[in-house]
């Protein structure tokens, strides 16, 4: 595997990080993580769009541009040989001794890889479960940044719990996850958190709701409670990684049948037909 670090295709075992680079002293960058199917980008353009954002919302200046940023991709995917993965890209604000103001000389440091993953089958048929949590997250979640500290205890606690995923809520009001969006369908709408500072604005999330229109379902973008949650009919997330896979219980409590529901399964079949050839 072949990286990208600091304007150059590196082995891995080549690259050499300073421990000045602001990421590691204050989380002080960005990131975003593309899905590759059959070696293409999938949804390039919003992700960069979306990494452009977080970089203008924390005064970062991108050191390339988008067309420089799909060309790395696509070297990475091509170097690699990558059919089907994810490529990792971050930005920190560059290297400088320890100080919180904007370091006046440093330059942004560019960070892509790419992985192999294959798509979770698994999980996306069978479905997963989840428990809920406080979200203790800041008031910037639409930033995709690299402080990801509460979702790496969430994550945790999920794990602790014997489940794969948590459920965030701000005082009852549902958000989101600690890596994915989340969705869910009574009496035949689909109720989301409405994309604000409190959740990540995901390209999942966004293509699933295009194709909830086309599909004919009413969508509510709008916030809902953890009691709403669990009289859902249906419960699914959304996310880069996990696709569309169903919460089949919640704290211990069974959701709808207990089985992925048909809305979901409607909604799986078109967005598996976004990238499948
Ligand atoms: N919400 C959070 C907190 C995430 O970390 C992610 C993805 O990693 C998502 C939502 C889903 O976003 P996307 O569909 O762009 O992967």
Not at 2 to 20: A, G, L, M
Not at 85 to 104: D, K
Not at 216 to 223: D, G, S
Request: charged share 20%.
């Amino acid at each position: 595997m072949y990286y990208f670090y600091k304007n150059e295709f590196v082995h891995k075992q080549d690259i050499q990080i300073s421990p000045d680079d602001r990421g590691y002293y204050f989380g002080d960058g960005i990131y975003e993580v593309f899905r590759v199917y059959n070696g293409q980008i999938y949804e390039g353009a919003a992700h960069i769009q979306r990494l452009e954002r977080t970089a203008s919302e924390v005064r970062l200046q991108l050191p390339y541009s988008n067309e420089e940023i799909i060309d790395i991709i696509n070297r990475l995917i091509q170097g690699n040989n990558l059919v089907e993965g994810t490529v990792y890209m971050q930005i920190t604000r560059g290297e400088a001794p320890r100080a919180h103001p904007f370091p006046t000389q440093a330059e942004p440091i560019v960070l892509a890889y790419c992985t192999e993953v294959k798509r979770p089958l698994t999980t996306i048929q069978n479905g997963i479960q989840a428990i809920t949590q406080p979200d203790i997250r800041w008031l910037r979640c639409d930033l995709k940044t690299l402080n990801l500290l509460p979702n790496v205890l969430a994550k945790q606690t999920a794990l602790d719990h014997g489940v794969q995923e948590v459920i965030l809520h701000r005082e009852g009001t549902v958000t989101e996850c600690s890596a994915s969006n989340l969705m869910i369908i009574k009496d035949d709408v689909l109720y989301t958190h409405p994309a604000n500072h409190l959740i990540l604005h995901g390209i999942t999330r966004a293509v699933v709701l295009r194709l909830a229109h086309a599909l004919h379902i009413q969508v509510k973008e709008e916030p809902f409670t953890t009691n709403q949650l669990l009289q859902a009919d249906e419960v699914f997330i959304t996310g880069t990684t996990v696709e569309i896979t169903s919460i089949l219980r919640i704290d211990g409590q069974v959701i709808g049948t207990g089985t992925p529901g048909p809305t979901t399964q409607r909604l799986k079949a078109e967005f598996e037909k976004t990238f499948l050839q």
